[in-house]
């Protein structure tokens, strides 16, 4: 049965190495049938609660594109060992109460699968995806038990250019058939 796949890619450099991995895994989802979309949060305010109810009109916006997903698949680079900030105000504003006096993660992020990947320097990715797991976990989320993490060649860096290879697809194809068997 097709699904709908909600990509979020941590980076939001317009050539993100990690949007190379989101479009390898989406492309291979369509490819099973599933139906795709990638998040667009660059306009998101930061998380304040002195504006947090009404909420403002683009988080209202993030929060029913989410609300229409069956699963999240977040890809993330590591800054500083974890998480960019702009991900984790994303998913600080996903995670709140959407009623003033309601309190706990919105009932559209409970108990959904979330799927975690990265590409990164020679970590790949490690810490930040133990962190988005954490994190996922702690906003009521079901994190996928696998995550995948590229180490990202010296070449990347210096050409701002990354091409999978075929073990980098193999890796990937492995935690795409486990996330497909989770859905």
Request: charged share 25%; net charge positive; hydrophobic share 40%.
């Amino acid at each position: 049965m097709s699904k709908n796949i909600l990509f979020i890619n941590g980076s939001l450099r317009k050539k993100s190495f990690n949007q190379t991995l989101v479009d390898y895994i989406k492309s291979q989802l369509e490819k099973k049938g599933h139906r795709v979309e990638q998040l667009d949060f660059i306009n998101l305010p930061l998380f304040n609660q002195d504006i947090e109810f009404p909420a403002p009109s683009e988080v209202q916006k993030i929060r029913d594109i989410i609300k229409k997903s069956d699963a999240l698949w977040i890809v993330s680079p590591e800054y500083n060992g974890t998480f960019p900030g702009g991900l984790k105000n994303l998913l600080d504003w996903a995670s709140r109460p959407i009623e003033q006096g309601v309190f706990g993660p919105p009932s559209f992020i409970k108990d959904k699968l979330a799927a975690v990947s990265g590409a990164a320097g020679r970590s790949g990715a490690a810490s930040v995806r133990e962190n988005l797991i954490k994190l996922l976990t702690s906003m009521s989320l079901k994190p996928l038990g696998t995550s995948t993490g590229i180490v990202l060649p010296t070449e990347a860096f210096q050409t701002g250019e990354f091409v999978l290879s075929d073990e980098n697809k193999k890796e990937l194809d492995k935690q795409i058939d486990d996330f497909v068997k989770a859905l």
